[in-house]
């Protein structure tokens, strides 16, 4: 079946653009999470929404990050005046129920130049 | 030079050997662990978890080890294969209902030798 699908695969964008980075989760899965993955590292975490409200936003780094799940399914993750330092894997996650095991897209990779 | 990031410690095993990946985790009030395997250029895929009421669960050719005492987690595969040659994740959380959030450690990368 389908999996946690993110586009785009790839980003590239200048330093002080905006990006905005898709995830559709699994269709059902209630739950829904944006990690983000430095190389070498494992993934941190951002945001967790469950159904359509943010239920834990406390790994955002600061108020340039924001994310939306208007309708409970697809989210959005949306970056303002990106800066070098946000280059990184952002990995989108979604589980049927808060405490089922976590199903991972295969992120889109952000360069900032 | 290579940046410090790309230093994750590294097991290397013949094919059909059994591997052994350990996890020290940091929080006493987690109760509910998992082992992921993340391919090159992939997400994390799930491989087994386990809850703090248990001590050993076994899945298809892997065993999930917890020691809540030392706070310790390990990952046993059973006669390696080329294909398990990827980076694997611990990660753990509270099922408390305060935070829904999973801490994943570092990373060990296993690579399998044919």
């Known amino acids: 079946g389908a999996g946690v699908s993110q586009t785009p695969s790839n980003k590239v964008t200048e330093k002080g653009k905006y990006v905005e980075l898709r995830c559709d989760p699994i269709s059902g899965h209630t739950a829904l999470y944006w990690y983000r993955q430095s190389l070498g590292q494992g993934p941190e975490f951002l945001i967790y929404f469950q159904g359509t409200g943010a239920a834990d936003d406390s790994g955002l780094p600061n108020d340039r990050f924001f994310a939306v799940r208007p309708e409970g399914s697809v989210s959005t993750l949306k970056i303002q005046r990106t800066e070098r330092g946000d280059s990184a894997v952002y990995l989108c996650a979604s589980s049927l129920m808060p405490n089922s095991p976590l199903h991972f897209g295969n992120g889109t990779r952000l360069t900032v130049t | 030079g290579e940046s410090v990031g790309l230093h994750l410690p590294t097991l290397s095993v013949q094919e059909g050997d059994n591997s052994i990946i350990n996890c020290a985790y940091s929080?006493?009030?987690?109760?509910?662990f998992i082992w992921y395997k993340q391919e090159s250029g992939k997400g994390p895929q799930f491989i087994i978890d386990i809850r703090s009421n248990m001590d050993k669960r076994q899945g298809q050719r892997v065993t999930v080890l917890l020691n809540k005492t030392v706070k310790h987690l390990s990952l046993q595969i059973a006669a390696t294969q080329p294909g398990d040659s990827a980076v694997y994740f611990c990660a753990e959380k509270g099922l408390d209902g305060a935070t829904n959030k999973l801490i994943f450690g570092t990373g060990t990368l296993l690579a399998v030798q044919p």
């Open positions: 929080n006493s009030a987690s109760d509910y």
